[in-house]
């Protein structure tokens, strides 16, 4: 275990009388240390099932609707983890000694009844619900990446070939204009050619010319000059 919480409420050496008379048979042998004790409960403490969480809980944001969810109930004397530390966040006792307030809360559950043991599994419960849920929402969303990357590689696969489409028809269109161009434009040069044939004859009765042999026509000629 690797959470610091549990420093709140058990000494990591015990004391004397913590430890036991090592001579009275009866005496049960008291753990190597608090850590081996935290894990003893953690042990002794339901893993929580991914399944609990088949139905994602409507609002992610409230821990309540997960604790509910992975099924943590608080115990009949009402001391919950989330209570005990609400008694320490309080303005009775939070700006006093760490040892004072550990005290406090332990005289307040010895009289309640509450074993401390108790408070701990609730927190084991609640943080391994956390960590389960957590590794639920990470496989959701491993898996909707996955799903809308290879959508994406789809979408992205009939955009290329969408395109190539629009490209191949832009591609035609532009031959088609270059084709027709290159045709005109081989047509006016004989039709040039052709004009000036025609300007050449005419020159020898006219004295202004009316014969185009460019590309705009030429202004009409003066009616008493038209003809030599």
Known sequence: ?????????????PSPEEQGNPDDPAAEPAPANAAQAIADIAASTAVISPS????????????????????????AHGFTIMKVGEMLRSEHIRSLPK???????????????APLEDVIQDAVKRDRALDTFERVQEKALAELEARKLQENQQIQTEMDRVTAEYRARIQANNEAIAKEKDRFFTWRTKKQEE?????DAVSYF???????????????????????
């Open 1 to 13: 275990m690797s959470k610091k919480w549990y420093n709140l409420f058990v000494s990591v050496n």
């Open 52 to 75: 609990q969480f088949a139905s994602t809980p409507a609002n992610t944001t409230s821990f309540n609707e997960i604790y509910e969810a992975a099924e943590i109930h608080p115990p």
């Open 99 to 113: 040892e004072v307030k550990r005290s406090s809360v332990l005289v307040a559950l010895e009289a309640s009844g």
């Open 195 to 199: 004009e000036q044939k025609i300007s």
């Open 206 to 228: 006219v004295t202004v010319n009316p014969i185009t042999t460019g590309g705009t026509a030429a202004p009409p000629a003066p009616s008493n000059n038209s003809v030599k």
